[in-house]
């Protein structure tokens, strides 16, 4: 039964966060090196980038001012990348 409930849970979570609790419990990683080794996977620079855009966008819309259709366009880009990764990952570890 628990076995049943690791899968489920190892498809909810993220693989960066199923693979940190991994090897936390085979070994001792310093959070700095995870930090290096997600930043190496790109997993971190993604995250901000997408969070800058987001946040500009609603900044811009929430304050009443002008958003650039170039920057509607850019955020539809950039969370497309991001989501498609993550949907990426997500299938290559099922197979």
Do not use: H
Request: hydrophobic residues 45%.
């Amino acid at each position: 039964m628990f076995d049943e409930f690791e899968r489920e849970a190892d498809i909810a979570a993220p693989p960066d966060v199923v693979n940190f609790f991994r090897d936390k419990i085979g070994k001792e990683v310093s959070t700095m090196q995870r930090f290096w080794d997600l930043l190496t996977e790109s997993v971190i620079v993604q995250g901000f980038i997408t969070c800058m855009f987001v946040g500009v966008t609603c900044y811009l819309w929430a304050t009443g001012q002008p958003v650039p259709q170039e920057l509607w366009t850019a955020n539809t880009v950039v969370l497309g990348f991001f989501f498609g990764a993550k949907t990426q990952q997500i299938a290559s570890r099922r197979r």
